[in-house]
């Protein structure tokens, strides 16, 4: 299996983690140290700050990832923006915007909606499927949710790329 994601920071009570723990793209986990700041002891160099509605981690690249509580899983940040440590934009703009549209069943995130700092956006929609078997089991603690389709932008508008699941038994 794989997941797509731009780094996850989970709270102390989040049933998978042990204390505050950033989760990386590539899917490890970075454990921080107690206090404010925080650091990870673990080689990766990364610094947390809690800044009261949000929590910062300096990376060593210098990039600042601001995080903002989930309002309906109390135990994940959410991933807002990244923000270029050696110098603010001309702009004012970040690196990087994340804003997130939800199911208004569910309250699951359904949508990211990722635009850069010349306005360019990437939209990745998600699907929750309610079917059983090896294929839609839950991850970590909740619903599966697939990517459907990611809609990004080209030079005659957008290009979409659609995804399709199928369960095998092997």
Request: proline letters at 6%; glycine letters at 8%.
């Amino acid at each position: 299996g794989w997941i797509l994601t731009a780094g996850r920071l989970f709270g102390p009570t989040h049933p998978t983690a042990q204390g505050w723990t950033y989760e990386s793209p590539d899917g490890a986990d970075h454990q921080f140290s107690s206090g404010n700041p925080s650091y990870t002891k673990d080689g990766s160099y990364l610094r947390m700050t809690d800044n009261v509605t949000s929590r910062t981690i300096d990376f060593p690249d210098r990039t600042i990832h601001t995080f903002e509580q989930d309002p309906f899983q109390q135990s994940e940040w959410l991933l807002k923006k990244v923000e270029n440590g050696f110098a603010k934009t001309v702009s004012g703009n970040p690196l990087i915007r994340i804003d997130y549209a939800r199911d208004p069943a569910t309250n699951m995130v359904s949508q990211w909606t990722i635009t850069d700092l010349h306005g360019r956006a990437i939209q990745v929609y998600f699907h929750r499927y309610d079917l059983d078997g090896p294929l839609f089991h839950t991850y970590d603690h909740g619903p599966a949710l697939f990517v459907q389709r990611v809609v990004l932008p080209s030079s005659t508008g957008t290009a979409t790329c659609e995804f399709q699941y199928h369960a095998a038994t092997i």
